[in-house]
């Protein structure tokens, strides 16, 4: 299927912004609905509403199948290596403290080790930064390359006996860097620690096998790959999540409570207290579904023609500074030009019916390696077109002239 034709498949896209097509550049924030997602969730609400497990009547049973029915999809997504291994959480963010809170501050202590890189975005960073504070572990960080990225001989020199927890990022969603974490799973296991993989970005560009990766941890959010917002995944080994404690508690998670003691139910139902996300399940499950319909081989050629053409187009604009690799990135481009604030660029290309995303992009740290206040950042994914950047490209100079005017 061409990209012109998914793009119809996705009704947001089909409207005017500003008395112009939209030009949707901010799928690394929250990537569009397609039509198969918004039908799933609307059935959902409109015939099997109720809630799960619990219940023995039709509406429960159809229900509990619909959110059953997406964890093996999900299963099936990553390669996980069973039902067992897959947690519902809110999102990527919720993920990842599940382990910071439950399973890394279980193993850490004084003298311990912890390691992640710049690059992290802010819900991979200040989970660990409180790990360390609470448990004395000291927070170490992978340096970074000129271009923003790391090599695996840092990473051996980062890692090291008294590490006991590496946390990474699969693809940075301000570099485009796509890291090399099955080499880094490997030399964290040499070193007895225990990996985790940020997947945000890359569940929704690349085909994701957690076996092979052989990552303790990975974590990603359905909002990102076309499923709806508040629904996102923990894939941990079994092993690992039956020695963790849960962290909420209350109904569902638990087998039997007295008063003064309560047990909880096995994996992966420990961990998912209270009403569970259901209907964001079922949307999760739809994209999924979508996804591997087109083919995630597909996708990730696609992002790539259109990265390289983004690259090539914008590189020829004077003045336009890129960060991150020049080539080998996937799905972004983040830049500044020289005469304009990226607020200011965001907000003139949206008078334009263009929309990407300015600010910090919740990587301050990085923001302060690459010594810049702010970028814009323009992301695509399977319903952009060599159209939309040609757009993109004729704003920024438009923009970049006006401006030029204005200071002039």
């Known amino acids: 299927m061409k990209p012109s034709e998914i793009r119809e498949l996705f009704p947001i896209l089909n409207q005017e912004v500003n008395g112009r097509p939209l030009v949707y550049l901010d799928s690394s924030a929250t990537s569009q609905k397609p039509v198969q997602v918004i039908e799933a969730l609307k059935k959902y609400y409109e015939w099997d509403n109720s809630n799960v497990h619990r219940g023995v009547h039709t509406l429960g049973s159809r229900a509990t199948d619909a959110y059953e029915g997406a964890r093996?999809?999900?299963?099936?997504?990553?390669?996980?290596?069973?039902?067992?291994?897959i947690i519902f959480t809110r999102g990527t963010t919720t993920a990842i403290n599940l382990v910071a809170g439950s399973y890394a501050r279980s193993i850490c202590g004084e003298g311990d080790e912890i390691v992640i890189t710049p690059m992290e975005h802010h819900s991979n960073l200040i989970p660990w930064q409180q790990v360390a504070k609470a448990t004395g572990a000291t927070l170490k960080y992978i340096p970074l390359q000129a271009d923003g990225s790391i090599t695996l001989e840092d990473v051996e020199k980062t890692i090291t006996d008294r590490t006991k927890f590496v946390s990474v990022v699969h693809l940075s969603n301000v570099l485009g860097v796509l890291n090399p974490v099955k080499a880094i799973a490997e030399i964290a296991h040499r070193h007895g620690a225990k990996m985790m993989v940020d997947g945000a970005q890359s569940a929704p560009h690349l085909k994701v096998d957690v076996q092979d990766l052989d990552c303790d941890f990975f974590a990603f959010s359905g909002h990102k790959m076309c499923g709806p917002t508040g629904i996102g995944v923990l894939y941990g080994k079994k092993e690992l999540l039956d020695a963790m404690e849960p962290i909420e508690f209350g109904g569902e998670m638990i087998d039997h409570v007295d008063l003064y003691d309560s047990t909880w139910k096995e994996l992966p139902w420990k961990f998912e207290g209270g009403t569970p996300i259901i209907a964001g399940a079922v949307g999760l499950g739809a994209a999924i579904d979508f996804l591997e319909d087109i083919g995630l081989d597909a996708i990730a050629a696609h992002d790539a023609s259109l990265t390289a053409y983004a690259m090539e187009r914008m590189l020829e604009i004077e003045g336009l500074s890129v960060y991150g690799p020049q080539k080998n990135r996937v799905g972004l481009v983040t830049f500044n030009v020289d005469v304009v604030h990226p607020h200011d660029l965001a907000t003139v290309l949206d008078a334009e019916g263009i929309a990407i995303r300015a600010g910090h992009h919740c990587c301050q740290p990085?923001?302060?390696?690459?010594?810049q206040s702010a970028t814009a950042r323009a992301s695509f994914?399977?319903?952009?077109?060599?159209?939309?950047?040609?757009?993109?490209?004729?704003?920024?100079?438009?923009?970049k002239e006006y401006f030029g005017h204005e200071l002039g």
Do not use: C, P
């Not at 990085?366 to 010594?371: C, D, I, S």
């Open 381 to 399: 994914y399977l319903y952009n077109t060599e159209d939309d950047i040609d757009r993109l490209v004729k704003g920024l100079l438009k923009t």
């Open 366 to 371: 990085l923001m302060r390696w690459l010594e």
């Open 72 to 85: 093996a999809k999900v299963v099936r997504f990553i390669n996980a290596r069973s039902e067992q291994e």
